[in-house]
């Protein structure tokens, strides 16, 4: 017996599918049935077995498929792995356009792509079927644990406990922290140029700029300048290891398994910044970043409720809304972990686009920059208010249509918790993946004019707020929407007109500027080759 299953691993290409025949061969019945047929050879045996499997594969994705577009065969358990390990915009492009709803099996994921606006919407909004997945992997880097995999109304009380960093008011106690980032990298940037005497591909310089905007914002000065570049620098392998389906489990020095050492890295650095908030908070230190929001609130429900349980006066003590439990410092961690993990990739995308777009564009750039000088008085080392990124309509109009234009999440995988019925003649069996898109309804000439132009007066002057407004899904809709919408937004304009105040670059483009790279988000496949000099 020993043997069979020997020869049929080591005769298998594929792991998985070696796995499967051992699992079936130490099934007591099926080794009756083996041991009976002594005169037939072990090769013939392994050989039957896998016949059969293939099969069962093949029979079971066509099951599934029913009557949506998809492949006629799927490549044996695999499915088109190889292609999803380096998956491509045009092989996305022509899978939207193949059908409003269409399929795939890789591995033992079924994947439906939903692919119109109005199918899109139909899964952001229906959480009694789908809860988000994020991609297969981000259980392994998040924990299992995280507050993004609740769903239903724990979902729903966890996300309240976060609203409040995310007022206006919080929002506006972040912008000094931003500004100051911004400061010490837009010199950076200068050096860059100096140094190298010619263009530099800027993307990786635009991430680390994102991921210590984000870490002064969400960790405040908790995070020490090393940590955050080290941060920046091992985040890459966190991006890298997020594929829309992996290799189902994590296997030594592969990119799952950097991606999760990286992940940990990040989560120990921000349980370090928990404790130390804990302690500020505690002493009755100001808010400076979300982290000190979040462990406020925490702080003061404590408070509220142990006056309670004494039976001491309440007066003058506002209850805390919502009130909340106590969270350690590696929950508070895990937390803080999903704004980064939510925010890197999208942010640092529509950053390097923006930069590229604006040095193509001197007639946006120009108006961003007066109307960036116009709200600060003439004055452009003013420190920014809320008021400000309120007045800056254009500027703020500019960033909407950059997100239209090159959406940074192209697909949001979602899960099926129970049998789907997405269309009268078509269910979405239970365990498979179902991924709404928000590229082509961004690019429905119905709605938008023109729809493959960047024209940010259609937010200024035209109507595509309103007439837009179901199509506009860059950051979903439904229970799940982007928590960090209104941050991020104002969070671009702010860097777009800082920038166009105080630097002028140069983009030099190659043949492959316009086309895009997917990994994760969507970058220019040159990585944007810029020359920045410090403007007089
Ligand atoms: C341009 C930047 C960004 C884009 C394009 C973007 C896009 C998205 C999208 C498409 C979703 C899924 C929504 C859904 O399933 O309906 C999402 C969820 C989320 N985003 Fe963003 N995002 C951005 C920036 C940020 C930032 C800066 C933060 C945090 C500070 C953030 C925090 C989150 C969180 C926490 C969720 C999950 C919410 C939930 O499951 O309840 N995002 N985002
Ligand atoms: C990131 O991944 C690469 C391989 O893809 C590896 O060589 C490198 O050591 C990883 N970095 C960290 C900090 O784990």
Same mark, same amino acid.
């Given at each position: 017996m020993a043997s069979i299953i020997s020869t049929t691993n080591a005769s298998s290409a594929v792991p998985l599918a070696g796995a499967k025949v051992v699992q079936i061969v130490g099934h007591p019945q099926i080794d009756n049935f083996l041991t009976s047929l002594?005169?037939? =050879?072990g090769w013939t045996i392994a050989f039957t077995i896998l016949a059969l499997l293939v099969a069962y594969d093949q029979f079971s994705y066509l099951r599934q498929k029913g009557s949506i577009v998809g @492949?006629?065969?799927? &490549? !044996?358990? &695999?499915?088109?792995f190889l292609e999803s390990v380096n998956p491509k915009f045009e092989e996305y492009q022509g899978k939207w356009a193949s059908g409003e709803l269409s399929c795939v099996s890789v591995f033992h994921k079924f994947v439906v792509i939903a692919s119109t606006r109005d199918m899109s919407r139909k899964v952001f909004n229906s959480p009694m079927y789908v809860k988000p997945c994020? +991609?297969?992997v981000a259980h392994k880097l998040l924990g299992p644990t995280n507050w993004v995999f609740l769903d239903g109304k724990a979902h729903v009380d966890f996300r309240k406990g976060l609203n409040g960093l995310f007022t206006r008011k919080a929002l506006e106690s972040y912008l000094p922290g931003q500004e100051e980032v911004y400061n010490t990298y837009f010199e950076r940037f200068l050096r860059i140029s100096k140094e190298a005497n010619g263009p530099v591909p800027f993307m990786s310089e635009f991430r680390e700029v994102m991921c210590a905007v984000s870490c002064r914002t969400f960790v405040g000065h908790y995070i020490s300048d090393e940590a955050i570049k080290k941060i920046a620098d091992d985040y890459y392998n966190i991006t890298a290891a997020l594929e829309l389906v992996n290799f189902p489990i994590i296997i030594p020095y592969t990119k799952t398994w950097y991606g999760k050492k990286a992940s940990e890295m990040v989560l120990e650095e921000f349980a370090k910044c928990a404790a130390k908030s804990k302690v500020r908070m505690a002493a009755g230190g100001e808010i400076s970043c979300i982290m000190d929001g979040w462990v406020k609130s925490i702080l003061d429900s404590a408070n509220y409720r142990e006056r309670q349980e004494k039976g001491l006066s309440l007066e003058g003590i506002e209850k805390p809304q919502p009130m909340l439990r106590s969270f350690t410092d590696y929950e508070i961690s895990q937390t803080i972990f999903t704004f980064l993990f939510a925010s890197q990739d999208a942010t640092s995308s529509a950053c390097t686009w923006l930069f590229q777009i604006m040095a193509q564009r001197p007639d946006v750039l120009d108006k961003v920059r007066e109307e960036n000088l116009r709200v600060r008085g003439g004055d452009k080392n003013k420190a920014i208010t809320m008021e400000m990124i309120d007045e800056m309509v254009y500027t703020r109009g500019a960033v909407k249509e950059l997100l239209r234009y090159r @959406? @940074?999440?192209?697909m949001v995988p979602y899960l099926v918790k129970k049998p789907f019925p997405i269309t009268p003649t078509y269910t979405v069996p239970k365990g498979a993946m179902v991924i709404p898109t928000t590229y082509p309804s961004l690019r429905d000439p119905e709605v938008y004019e023109n729809p493959d132009v960047y024209d940010p007066d259609r937010y200024v002057t035209g109507d595509a707020e309103v007439k837009g407004a179901k199509n506009f899904l860059v950051f979903g809709t439904? @229970?799940?929407?982007?928590?960090g919408q209104i941050y991020a937004q104002n969070n671009l304009a702010l860097m777009v007109g800082k920038a166009a105040m105080e630097l002028d670059w140069v983009h030099h483009p190659t !043949? +492959? =500027?316009e086309e895009i790279k997917v990994f994760a988000t969507i970058f220019p496949k040159d990585d944007c080759p810029l020359v920045f000099t410090k403007r007089p």
């Open positions: 002594t005169q037939v =050879s @492949p006629a065969f799927k &490549i !044996p358990f &695999i499915g088109p994020v +991609v297969d @959406p @940074p999440v192209l439904g @229970p799940h929407y982007c928590l !043949p +492959v =500027s």
